[in-house]
């Protein structure tokens, strides 16, 4: 689900997303509340978009250092000025370049990277060229991500993403081959009776105890779930 308005508004923030391709949608906002932010000084955001998902581990994490990359430059300005206007202006930054190109330039490491990434691989691509570029694996195919991952993860670091569930069981065999295990899944459906249409994935270094939950956002009266709300409170105005 996409939230069209031209200003998204939450809780303790805002969020602009008049010049962004990709608006704000419910895969963005349940892995921004699901990313576990525990333990971390340092996090990155890649792909950020509007930077939600930036906005909302700097609210939740307290006082880590939140980076994020995008490589759109409208999306870029228009996630600088959502940073440069809440209440973490200071622990926030944006770098408008390529998760390649950060990954050979920075020397920095993370303690949490997180991604909700292009996941579209095939078909013919749509009039709208730049939303067509976000959602097809062209500007970030998946093994670059996992490249780029693994020099910029810590030795104890966690990477989330969120992806539709055949993208996300091929990513997760691919994580795997490039050292990277899945520790804990959240697959999540859209009512009751839909199967499971994303899966958010945690990987680290280590291959942990696998643990998979599943998650469905409306109930059966087509409200927000009992679950969704517990995961989102913090955040929704209106929860």
């Not at 069209?4 to 608006?23: C, I, L, N």
């Not at 959240?186 to 939950?213: H, I």
Request: aromatic residues 10%; negative net charge; proline residues 3%.
């Amino acid at each position: 689900m996409v939230f069209p308005e031209t200003v998204f508004r939450f809780k303790h923030f805002e969020v602009r997303q008049d010049k962004a391709t990709m608006k704000i949608g419910t895969d963005g906002v349940m892995l921004g509340a699901w990313a576990d932010v525990k333990s971390n000084d340092e996090i990155l955001d890649i792909g950020t978009g509007t930077g939600l998902i930036a906005l909302m581990l700097a609210q939740r994490s307290q006082q880590a250092s939140v980076h994020a990359v995008e490589i759109e430059q409208e999306a870029f300005e228009q996630a600088s000025e959502n940073f440069d206007l809440c209440l973490w202006h200071d622990r926030l930054r944006c770098f408008n370049m390529s998760i390649q190109d950060f990954a050979e330039a920075t020397s920095q490491k993370y303690d949490l990277i997180v991604c909700n990434p292009p996941f579209f691989t095939g078909g013919t691509l749509s009039d709208n060229h730049e939303r067509s570029l976000v959602r097809h694996t062209i500007k970030l195919p998946h093994g670059d991500l996992l490249l780029s991952v693994r020099k910029l993860l810590k030795k104890n670091g966690r990477f989330c993403v969120i992806l539709p569930y055949l993208e996300g069981l091929r990513f997760k065999e691919m994580a795997q081959s490039n050292g990277l295990f899945c520790n804990k899944v959240l697959g999540t459906k859209p009512s009751l009776l839909k199967p499971v249409e994303r899966l958010l994935m945690e990987f680290s270094y280590l291959a942990n105890q696998y643990e998979y939950k599943e998650l469905t956002i409306r109930n059966e009266r087509q409200e927000w779930s009992s679950e969704y709300i517990n995961l989102t409170k913090e955040f929704y105005i209106n929860l």
